[in-house]
């Protein structure tokens, strides 16, 4: 079962969890919806109305970034874990 790293900016949309056990892989969109299915809030963080990754999300699997390996079709093997780190704006 994949494992996803949720950020301390997004753990109250996760129930105040750091991580999370998703019952599905496959792909990351399989695991997104998933996730949209128990964590709705923290879904809509992390992908748009259209259902497309946030520009300002970055999602790696395995340490690989998803929009250099295929995206939402990215394989998402049974033992995977999913960081979700938004970006931070400053200076």
Do not use: F, H
């Amino acid at each position: 079962m994949p494992t996803m790293l949720v950020p301390g900016v997004l753990r109250t949309d996760a129930g105040g969890a750091a991580k999370l056990e998703v019952a599905a892989d496959g792909s990351l969109r399989a695991v997104l919806d998933e996730v949209a299915r128990r964590w709705p809030r923290l879904e809509r963080r992390i992908r748009d109305e259209n259902g497309v990754l946030r520009r300002y999300v970055n999602v790696y699997v395995d340490g690989e970034d998803c929009r250099r390996s295929g995206g939402l079709e990215t394989p998402v093997p049974a033992a995977a874990e999913i960081q979700v780190l938004p970006s931070v704006a400053g200076g």
